[in-house]
């Protein structure tokens, strides 16, 4: 019966065969099942934690179930640091009131003294203003980064990356003129009251000299920032108790459905395991987990026997180091792999928008003839740009690194915050998500590149 159907399939058209894939993974998918469970039975996976351990003993058994050719787990050494008790942090005016605001610690920030951090508070905008006040303005005090994502960005990771580093590189640059802390507005384009966490770092600054770095709401920024527009000698306090800890072993999750004629030209597609522990990790990145499984798991229902060997990576420690991602890159060139796609989800589970493309123009110009295909799914941006952090060591001068490009209007919303959670997922849009990688994938094995 099987090979009746492979042998249908096979004859079918590009346009059927699609169009079996959205219809399985929309009635038949499996992507929300599985983060539900990741989302509300294990939870927030923080590099080294427990609960990313737990992780990964799921992912391996949620892929041995597929029933695929090759399951397996790939140690990686990555960072265990721990958040530790519930930050607390308030503004003090001369007055001696107090008014608390919301703040996180941001992810490899030390903790402050055991009986919390008090000065006065400098804003900045950028590293220029830091520089132009120099340390006679800013030695002794705490530095307030307060530099919005720009709102008339359509593309919000534009708008991210254009003030991203004040998160990442603020405590460095900060300490070069004597700050004893430093507060950095959310990265998130919704006026709330949640923090929102990420990655920092201290370069090579010895231990001794590393300021505690903590993230403030949105809605408290512009509060701090409207109070020091008032006043200018009010005092900031705020304590958090995280940790740096010794590296600890961790695993990639790995499985794949072996190729019928290239078995040893690869088409990965992936995401990563590891997330944040403010909230469940549901759209950063459990999505895009889930949906890079659904791919394994719809060419397993379909029968689709792909020519090249498939492959779904869960990659460890994406969000506070990219071990897991460096790790894989390192061992496949060890073994001599070829991978000529490398299909990343990591941008949320909202509705699917298209893809970006790193590859040759001869590589796209293939790819903008498949358009056609996608437009009855309203998938319509194919551009050249940037593919993903998990891909991109896989990058040759040859090869293709693709992201999903879903719907990113509200995704910032969510990155890194505590409602990052599978409530704030839509199991149809994930579906499509899903769908769409599968898509892709066919039609990459199917004609190469």
Not at 278 to 299: N, P, R, T
Request: hydrophobic fraction near 40%; aromatic fraction near 10%; proline fraction near 3%.
């Amino acid at each position: 019966m099987l090979t009746v159907w492979s042998s249908i399939l096979f004859s079918q058209t590009d346009e059927a065969v699609i169009k079996s894939i959205y219809n399985t993974a929309l009635t038949q998918g499996k992507s929300y099942e599985w983060l539900d469970y990741l989302s509300n039975n294990i939870g927030g996976r923080l590099s080294g934690s427990l609960n990313a351990e737990r992780a990964v003993e799921w992912g391996e058994s949620a892929l041995k179930e597929l029933g695929l050719d090759n399951v397996w787990l790939q140690p990686v050494m990555v960072p265990k640091w721990i958040r530790g008790a519930k930050e607390y942090a308030y503004v003090a005016s001369a007055s001696g009131q107090t008014t608390p605001v919301n703040i996180c610690a941001l992810g490899g920030s030390v903790a402050t003294p055991a009986l919390g951090l008090k000065s006065e508070i400098v804003e900045v905008k950028n590293f220029e203003e830091l520089q132009q006040l120099g340390e006679s303005a800013i030695k002794g005090k705490i530095v307030f980064y307060n530099r919005p994502m720009q709102a008339d960005l359509i593309d919000t990771f534009e708008a991210y990356s254009g003030c991203v580093n004040q998160r990442y590189k603020g405590a460095v640059e900060a300490s070069k003129f004597g700050a004893v802390g430093i507060i950095v507005r959310s990265m998130s384009l919704k006026i709330d009251d949640l923090p929102h966490t990420g990655s920092m770092t201290y370069d090579d600054l010895p231990v001794s000299k590393r300021i505690p770095s903590a993230a403030i709401s949105t809605k408290d920024a512009d509060l701090l920032s409207h109070m020091l527009s008032i006043d200018t000698s009010i005092q900031f306090y705020f304590k958090q108790n995280c940790k740096q800890l010794a590296d600890v072993k961790s695993y990639n999750v790995i499985g794949e459905i072996t190729g019928t004629q290239y078995p040893n030209d690869y088409i990965i597609v992936g995401g990563h395991l590891d997330s944040w522990d403010l909230g469940d990790g549901s759209h950063d990145d459990g999505a895009g987990i889930v949906q890079s499984m659904e791919v394994l798991h719809l060419f397993k229902s379909l029968n689709i026997k792909p020519k090249h060997s498939i492959r779904v990576v869960m990659f460890m420690n994406e969000e506070n180091g990219l071990r897991g991602a460096n790790a894989y890159a390192e061992a496949a060139k060890q073994k001599g792999e070829t991978h000529v796609v490398s299909l990343e989800s990591d941008a949320g589970g909202f509705t699917p928008r298209g893809f970006s493309f790193d590859c040759t123009q001869k590589t796209f110009d293939k790819v903008l003839s498949w358009q056609d295909l996608f437009k009855p799914y309203f998938i319509h941006y194919f551009e050249k740009g940037h593919a993903g952090a998990d891909v991109g060591p896989l990058k040759t001068n040859t090869n293709a690194t693709i992201g999903l490009r879903p719907d990113s209007q509200r995704y910032f919303d969510h990155h890194h915050a505590a409602s990052d959670t599978f409530d704030a997922v839509n199991k149809r849009e994930l579906e499509l998500g899903g769908a769409s990688m599968a898509a892709l994938v066919y039609l990459f094995d199917k004609y190469g590149i």
